[in-house]
């Protein structure tokens, strides 16, 4: 899962200052002023636009954010979870187990050294 802050900071690291992240991101200096001091989050939509800045799964992004908003635990929990899968590091790990997974049914290892 990622954080508003998490992605603040991603986002000036990538554009160079808050300043232009709030251009890219047609939020107003003051609002991303009081988001980098924990008050509130990006949007939805906003959070779809962080994703395509960053080049991370929207899926994400949305949990994520999604997660960071709500104020029921177990729900809460359960979207930390679901963000979680969509992780770049877990989702691309995922993705070569799911491939390598493919390729041993089409092609056993097992019959390469019979």
């Not at 008050?39 to 994400?60: C, D, R, S, Y």
């Not at 992780?87 to 997974?101: D, M, Q, R, S, V």
């Amino acid at each position: 899962m990622v954080t508003t802050i998490d992605l603040l900071d991603r986002l000036k690291s990538k554009l160079g200052s808050d300043y232009r992240t709030g251009k890219v991101l047609n939020i107003p200096q003051p609002r991303i002023s009081s988001m980098r001091n924990g008050t509130g989050t990006f949007t939805n939509e906003q959070g779809m636009k962080i994703a395509e800045v960053l080049g991370l799964h929207e899926e994400f992004v949305i949990l994520s954010l999604t997660a960071e908003r709500e104020k029921n635990t177990n729900v809460r929990k359960i979207l930390r979870t679901l963000a979680d899968k969509f992780e770049p590091k877990n989702f691309a790990a995922g993705f070569l187990i799911a491939t390598l997974a493919a390729i041993e049914t089409l092609h056993p290892i097992s019959s390469t050294f019979a």
